[in-house]
């Protein structure tokens, strides 16, 4: 008799774990467990008058290193190499990064010249914090936070401002409680296999090779920044779902789990008024959403800890900024310097238009904004990854700040 396997969430990491668990070369029986009637999870793409692609979810996929490249041969053997949107390397908003602190926007440095002389919010030449990294001792320990990890390898100016804007704008979260190791494992890998962060880029992590296909090919002959789809990211959900449907794997919509336990070797998954029994299961929920007999799974943060998020969008031929303050139409904001409203503002092509979605991310609720286009929350932030031991301890280098009633951070 074959294997069972059960996944449950129908998000993107259920999506995928079922379609490579569908190819295997033994393939088992899948099933698909999802608790709503649509698939996809937070990955949700809806088309506003006019053809504009409003993206309620994540708006771009990075092509960098082995995970980009794995995340392209997905989209190649889905069919969808066609209906790629690249951003290219010479393209503006690949070019220019921007940053506000200060009360102003300050471009980042491109190129060699640019880190060897000092410029503004820097006080100094970024190559010192370079010169730094290649001298600063390897750290041992299994993780640290990503403020003390930049502190400590390029400097506290760095990580004031460029670490920390960088989280704000990725996570929405501070740099002082995310974990490194969780956010940045290419970074932390670069240190634990070379003693140095450049170096290790530069060389390597002795990791397996990557995947190889035209459209990873193009996206490195043509410096890809990120990607997205013609239609909007949801085109890949979407994808996976007929693909799925299509190697006999059973999807099962409007079935919330609400019971795991382990009898006499095999799985129970309680379904409410059915039960499914697996030889394994493949939990693609928040740790909020299992609930077992025993202590078959820890989680060392509360489940209630997240960020929430609002996004509000405008589809328009010209940005609700001055052109002239930002070419690139997108920057980051420092955690100092405002009201830590504004995380991150960009522009991105209204697909089939030759218009442009403009969108602001905000730390308020959505309930604080207003419009047509304001969207749905963005998925919680979690500082750390499902841990086997049951303690719950702070991140080495955790500095907890004093809360201000204007945010909602992790």
Known sequence: MGRTVVVLGGGISGLAAS????????????????????????????????GAVFELGPRGIRPAGARGARTLLLVS???????VLPVRGDHPAARNRFLYAGG???????????????????????????????TAPQSRDPD??????????????????????????????????????????????????HRSVLLGLLLGTGQSSQPDSALIRQARAERWSQWSLR???????????????????????GHPACGLSLQAGRWKVSLGDSCLEADHVISALPASGIWTSGAVLRRSRRPGDCVRLGCLSRAGREPPWPQSDCD??????????????????????????????????????????SGPSAQALHPPVYTRPLEETGVSCPLPGYSPAAPDPGWSLL
């Open 77 to 83: 053997e889905l069919g969808l190499a066609s209906e």
């Open 231 to 253: 239609g909007g990211l949801e085109m890949l959900p979407q994808a996976l779902t007929t693909h799925l449907t299509e190697r006999g794997v059973t999807v099962l919509r």
């Open 19 to 50: 379609y490579h668990l569908s190819r295997a070369p033994t393939a088992p029986k899948v099933v698909l467990v999802e608790g709503g009637e649509r698939l996809g999870g937070w990955i949700r793409s809806v088309r506003g008058p006019g």
């Open 144 to 193: 640290e936070t990503v403020h003390s990890f930049a502190e400590r390898r390029l400097g506290p100016e760095v990580a004031a401002l460029a670490a920390d804007s960088l989280c704000r704008g990725v996570f929405a979260g501070s740099s002082q409680e995310l974990s490194v190791r969780s956010c940045f494992p290419s970074l932390f890998q670069a240190e634990q296999a």
């Open 104 to 134: 102003a926007l300050h471009a980042l440095p491109a190129g060699l010249r640019g880190l060897l002389r000092p410029s503004p919010p820097f006080s100094k030449p970024l190559l010192w914090a370079g010169l730094r990294d290649l």
């Open 328 to 369: 690139a139409g997108r920057f980051l904001v420092t955690g100092a310097g405002g009201q830590g409203l504004c995380l991150f503002s960009g522009a991105v092509p209204a697909a089939g238009t030759g218009s442009s979605c403009h969108t602001v991310r905000t730390e308020r609720a959505p309930e604080s904004l």
